[in-house]
């Protein structure tokens, strides 16, 4: 799978939008872009995933690039409840998607009041 | 989204002895399960996937006799820490996935081996 790169802390008043970035250069064609939370002391929990179209759920909206290179989820009214760390993921899905997920140091966000 | 359900969530074990944890899938069949372990401020770390009736297939530096799992349905996979040692206390975390569905994770449980 290809590897990712996030920053390794980010902060973010509360109610405001939270744009947490991701690279992965190296993604390949069948490879798609997940990302998943983990609240302290919990286990992670999905939050998105997407090929190469942009995405949006009720928790978050996912954009990437065209070039898929990259890729940014936003949490657009962040809340205390949103601190996490924030991992960005890339695996081939779908029917071969039943392969495991290997985790980056991710993103620790952090959401003030 | 689909659940998973771990359990115990927390487990306090003498040394020597040996410790199950149950993961279930409550909504899904699971054909493929993940096992990780995650020490404290780090990421998680892969130990093993297991495929419903086969055997596990361990990560490198995984010892399998130490750390047994067994995946005898589609719903159920456990992973037993055998003759647990302080070294061995994490926090353990499986992950359930069914055929083009995301992987959902279980609470985790907090192993303290005293």
């Known amino acids: 799978d290809a590897k990712t790169t996030q920053p390794p802390s980010m902060d973010c008043a509360e109610g405001r939008a939270a744009n947490l970035p991701c690279n992965h250069s190296?993604?390949?064609?069948?490879?798609?872009v997940y990302w998943y939370r983990q609240i302290h002391s919990q286990g992670p929990q999905y939050i998105i995933h997407g090929l190469k179209n942009n995405e949006t759920n009720e928790m978050a909206s996912l954009i990437i690039t065209e070039d898929r290179k990259s890729s940014t989820l936003i949490l657009p009214h962040a809340t205390l409840r949103d601190t996490a760390v924030y991992y960005c993921i890339v695996r081939v899905g779908g029917i071969q998607g039943a392969q495991k997920l290997v985790f980056g140091q991710g993103t620790r966000l952090t959401i003030n009041p | 989204g689909a659940v998973v359900s771990q359990h115990p969530s927390r487990v306090i074990c003498k040394s020597g002895t040996s410790v199950k944890i149950e993961c279930r899938s409550l909504d899904f069949q699971a054909t493929t399960m993940f096992w990780y372990r995650q020490f404290p401020k780090k990421s998680l770390m892969l130990m093993a996937t297991s495929n419903e009736g086969s055997k596990a297939t361990y990560e490198q530096g995984v010892e399998k006799d130490k750390f047994l799992i067994n995946h005898a349905s589609l719903t159920l996979s456990t992973l037993t820490v055998t003759s647990a040692h302080p070294e061995d206390s994490s926090f353990y975390i499986c992950?359930?996935?069914?055929?083009?569905?995301?992987?959902?994770f279980g609470q985790g449980t907090r192993l303290t081996v005293v």
């Open positions: 992950s359930a996935t069914g055929w083009g569905t995301e992987a959902f």
């Open positions: 190296t993604i390949s064609g069948n490879e798609y």
